[in-house]
């Protein structure tokens, strides 16, 4: 059985960095292209960065570039999103996604999460002003 758990996320101040982790059980991660999404309360859900499996190639959306760094570590099966110099409007629930497949346009698949196999439950990140 697979099971996608999420962590971290909270409230914190703007400017200041929160990191989610994100590991995968019953599946090895070496297969799946992976991404980080965010919906806010009245708003589409929103992908914010994606990875490949092998780590080397990573997709921001622009709100987040020099801000947000996306990594994974295969060997612990886990996925992170390094958020600093967090805004106000970083404000939403953050869920970690793992789309199968390794030759996966990291562009399409966070311009659309629809193909997404295993979703995360979700973790909340509020950052006040």
């Known amino acids: 059985q697979v099971q996608v758990l999420q962590s971290g996320g909270g409230l914190v101040q703007a400017g200041r960095s929160l990191r989610l982790s994100c590991t995968a059980f019953g599946l090895s991660i070496d297969y799946y292209t992976m991404g980080w999404f965010r919906q806010a309360p009245g708003k589409e859900r929103e992908g914010v960065s994606c990875?490949?499996?092998?780590?080397?190639?990573?997709y921001y959306v622009d709100s987040v570039k020099g801000r947000f760094t996306i990594s994974s570590d295969n060997a612990k099966n886990t996925l992170y999103l390094q958020m600093n110099s967090l805004e106000p409007e970083d404000t939403a629930m953050y869920y970690c996604a793992l789309r199968s497949g390794t030759s996966v346009s990291l562009y399409d698949y966070c311009s659309d999460s629809s193909s997404t196999n295993y979703w995360g439950q979700g973790t909340q990140v509020t950052v006040s002003s």
């Open positions: 990875i490949n499996w092998s780590g080397r190639d990573t």
